[in-house]
């Protein structure tokens, strides 16, 4: 049987089990299984617990479980009900200004957690039932929270950069200040994007009438809820950036300082200890039996010789170099549409890696242009994450037709930020070398 057509039956077989709605991990592990004793018979399944055994060991993963018990427990630890109430104070006598404060408090929560659900569920609960009670249209107001709660995908402490920066064998440090002003752009973007459209037509995100404004005193004082956040940044960020731990030794520093916050707004209890550990555990447990079952899937579709054929078949692409590009940037975004991210990065990183270190492309702004299109597959069906988490926070009334909707002018400003990205590198590149080359 010819590579070319193991390669078909392969992928068919992943999408077809995808499209009944099985697992991913499941379907990944399956198929890997199922081919393996097709192609070599029961001997070949001795492999399967070294290649998986041998990757969930590395170090670099306990920073995942970290991170994730900090965003856990930040989304209990009464911060983000101050973050929204200074933001009501300074933004909301703007048009749209409400809706531009949750992005400013989604890119502050990313900045926080490392991950997309902190900043998606905690400001649906939060700001969404202000901003619809205040008349704000509800595409605007679904839509600002679904792309900043997507941010946590790139603004570092991001998750799927560890695991990315594990897979290129890249500095995540590196991975983790490249990731920040292509951050900020998008949040810019967002934000951008809702002012101008809500200046125009007010009727989008109408400012608060004059007499729920506050006085400069209260604006003041509320900027008050930026201090934690402020300084587990910083100790988190700060303590990586200037080489006095590592990110595994920095989650660590979140988690505690995560811990202090909730102490600090008198939310502390081994209630929320427990929950923040179970719901660790589950994350997890999620993403590390994703990677084992993408590691066998890979294993398989490599002792085939099908990235050869793959890479083969790219460099084969006229054009040049920029449409390889283009081509691997739109099967990203394909892809998200259908898997998780750990699982995405697992299965190209072994094909696309040596193909674009070999066509000169940077390895830390290749993983950045990763990050921003697993961004926009949070936010596009059928199976975008933030889709669903959002539907299972939302108000009555609020349909899936609705979110879908939403999402599409986000979609394109992601696409926007995208581009910049690629058209201009030092914007992922300038600040990890001006900070590690000093």
Same mark, same amino acid.
């Given at each position: 049987?010819?590579?070319?057509?193991?390669?078909?039956?392969?992928?068919?077989?992943?999408?077809?089990?995808?499209?009944?709605?099985?697992?991913?991990?499941?379907?990944?592990?399956?198929?890997?299984?199922?081919?393996?004793?097709?192609?070599?018979?029961?001997?070949?399944?001795?492999?399967?617990?070294?290649?998986?055994?041998?990757?969930?060991?590395?170090?670099?993963?306990?920073?995942?479980?970290?991170?994730?018990?900090?965003?856990?427990?930040?989304?209990?630890?009464?911060?983000?009900?101050?973050?929204?109430?200074?933001?009501?104070?300074?933004?909301?006598?703007?048009?749209?200004?409400?809706?531009?404060?949750?992005?400013?408090?989604?890119?502050?929560?990313?900045?926080?957690?490392?991950?997309?659900?902190?900043?998606?569920?905690?400001?649906?609960?939060?700001?969404?039932?202000?901003?619809?009670?205040?008349?704000?249209?509800?595409?605007?107001?679904?839509?600002?929270?679904?792309?900043?709660?997507?941010?946590?995908?790139?603004?570092?402490?991001?998750?799927?950069?560890?695991?990315?920066?594990?897979?290129?064998?890249?500095?995540?440090?590196? /991975?983790?200040?490249?990731?920040?002003?292509?951050?900020? !752009?998008?949040?810019?973007?967002?934000?951008?994007?809702?002012?101008?459209?809500?200046?125009?037509?007010?009727?989008?995100?109408?400012?608060?009438?004059?007499?729920?404004?506050?006085?400069?005193?209260?604006?003041?004082?509320?900027?008050?809820?930026?201090?934690?956040?402020?300084?587990?940044?910083?100790?988190?960020?700060?303590?990586?950036?200037?080489?006095?731990?590592?990110?595994?030794?920095?989650?660590?520093?979140?988690?505690?300082?995560?811990?202090?916050?909730?102490?600090?707004?008198?939310?502390?209890?081994?209630?929320?200890?427990?929950?923040?550990?179970?719901?660790?555990?589950?994350?997890?447990?999620?993403?590390?039996?994703?990677?084992?079952?993408?590691?066998?899937?890979?294993?398989?579709?490599?002792?085939?010789?099908?990235?050869?054929?793959?890479?083969?078949?790219?460099?084969?692409?006229?054009?040049?170099?920029?449409?390889?590009?283009?081509?691997?940037?739109?099967?990203?975004?394909?892809?998200?549409?259908?898997?998780?991210?750990?699982?995405?990065?697992?299965?190209?990183?072994?094909?696309? /890696?040596?193909?674009?270190?070999?066509?000169?492309?940077?390895?830390?702004?290749?993983?950045? /242009?990763?990050?921003?299109?697993?961004?926009?597959?949070?936010?596009? #069906?059928?199976?975008?994450?933030?889709?669903?988490?959002?539907?299972?926070?939302? #108000?009555?009334?609020?349909?899936?037709?609705?979110?879908?909707?939403?999402?599409? #002018?986000?979609?394109?400003?992601?696409? !926007?930020?995208?581009?910049?990205?690629?058209?201009?590198?030092?914007?992922?590149?300038? /600040?990890?070398?001006?900070?590690?080359?000093?």
């Amino acid at each position: 049987m010819s590579i070319e057509l193991i390669t078909l039956l392969l992928f068919t077989a992943l999408i077809v089990t995808l499209a009944l709605g099985l697992p991913l991990v499941f379907t990944l592990a399956g198929i890997a299984i199922v081919f393996s004793l097709l192609l070599w018979g029961p001997k070949s399944l001795y492999i399967i617990p070294s290649v998986t055994t041998s990757m969930v060991f590395k170090i670099m993963l306990i920073a995942i479980p970290l991170f994730v018990f900090m965003a856990s427990v930040l989304e209990r630890a009464g911060i983000a009900e101050e973050l929204y109430n200074m933001m009501h104070h300074w933004f909301g006598p703007i048009r749209g200004g409400l809706a531009a404060g949750t992005v400013v408090i989604c890119t502050i929560f990313a900045a926080m957690s490392g991950v997309t659900a902190a900043g998606t569920v905690t400001m649906g609960i939060v700001a969404l039932p202000n901003m619809l009670k205040r008349g704000y249209d509800k595409k605007i107001a679904i839509g600002c929270i679904m792309a900043g709660g997507a941010l946590g995908q790139l603004i570092p402490p991001s998750v799927i950069l560890i695991i990315y920066g594990m897979l290129a064998e890249q500095s995540v440090g590196r /991975l983790f200040l490249g990731g920040v002003i292509p951050g900020l !752009i998008l949040s810019t973007l967002f934000i951008t994007y809702i002012l101008v459209r809500s200046f125009f037509n007010p009727s989008l995100g109408p400012p608060l009438p004059p007499e729920e404004c506050a006085d400069w005193g209260q604006k003041f004082a509320s900027l008050r809820a930026v201090i934690l956040p402020a300084m587990l940044v910083v100790g988190v960020l700060g303590s990586i950036f200037a080489g006095v731990a590592t990110p595994t030794e920095a989650a660590a520093v979140g988690a505690l300082g995560s811990l202090i916050c909730a102490g600090i707004h008198r939310k502390l209890s081994w209630q929320l200890v427990r929950d923040a550990c179970l719901r660790t555990i589950r994350v997890t447990a999620m993403i590390v039996w994703i990677m084992m079952a993408a590691k066998m899937f890979v294993t398989v579709y490599q002792g085939i010789g099908a990235p050869h054929l793959v890479q083969h078949a790219l460099a084969g692409i006229p054009g040049g170099k920029w449409m390889i590009l283009a081509a691997m940037q739109l099967s990203f975004f394909v892809l998200g549409c259908f898997m998780d991210p750990t699982g995405i990065i697992m299965i190209t990183g072994p094909v696309y /890696l040596p193909l674009a270190n070999s066509l000169g492309f940077d390895p830390i702004w290749f993983g950045i /242009l990763f990050a921003v299109n697993i961004e926009m597959g949070y936010l596009t #069906p059928p199976f975008g994450t933030n889709l669903f988490y959002m539907k299972g926070i939302a #108000p009555k009334g609020i349909t899936m037709a609705d979110i879908y909707r939403s999402i599409v #002018p986000f979609v394109g400003l992601q696409a !926007i930020g995208l581009l910049l990205v690629i058209f201009f590198p030092p914007l992922a590149l300038w /600040l990890p070398n001006m900070v590690f080359n000093r």
